[in-house]
């Protein structure tokens, strides 16, 4: 059964930190394409930061230079350290296993709002999301 469970949300003043967790279990996440993503209402979703089954690693340049993902292959969670952080950042934060559209199955998508993709990417699972909130 799969799953992906975030946390770490909460609220801090601008200038602070928050570190999110995804705790993953159903597969192996060493080698697998994850990504952290965010959804603020009435705005376009944004692909924040991309883990790719070979370990390289991309951010979107509003978050470029802040932001650091990281995984723990033991623990099986992927981590996004948010440093620096600004108002713009408030958004509900949610992780997901990316894929490729070429496999693409007609998945809806979590019906969040942000589709069944971004990018280059389709959602294949994904979690509740955490709020995080900057003022």
């Known amino acids: 059964h799969v799953q992906l469970v975030e946390s770490g949300g909460g609220s801090v003043q601008a200038g602070g930190s928050l570190r999110l967790s995804c705790t993953v279990s159903?597969?192996?996440?060493?080698?697998?394409?994850m990504g952290w993503y965010r959804q603020v209402p009435g705005k376009e979703c944004e692909l924040v930061s991309i883990k790719s089954g070979r370990g390289e690693i991309r951010y979107s340049d509003s978050v470029k230079g802040r932001f650091t993902i990281s995984q723990d292959n033991a623990k099986n969670t992927l981590d996004l350290q948010m440093n620096d952080l600004k108002p713009e950042d408030t958004a509900l934060y949610y992780c997901?296993?990316?894929?490729?559209?070429?496999?693409?199955?007609?998945?809806?998508?979590?019906?969040?709002?942000?589709?069944?993709?971004?990018?280059?990417?389709?959602?294949?699972?994904w979690g509740h999301g955490t709020q995080v909130t900057v003022s």
């Open positions: 997901a296993w990316l894929k490729t559209w070429g496999s693409y199955d007609n998945n809806p998508g979590p019906g969040n709002g942000c589709g069944a993709g971004l990018g280059n990417w389709y959602f294949g699972y």
């Open positions: 159903g597969f192996e996440i060493y080698n697998t394409e």
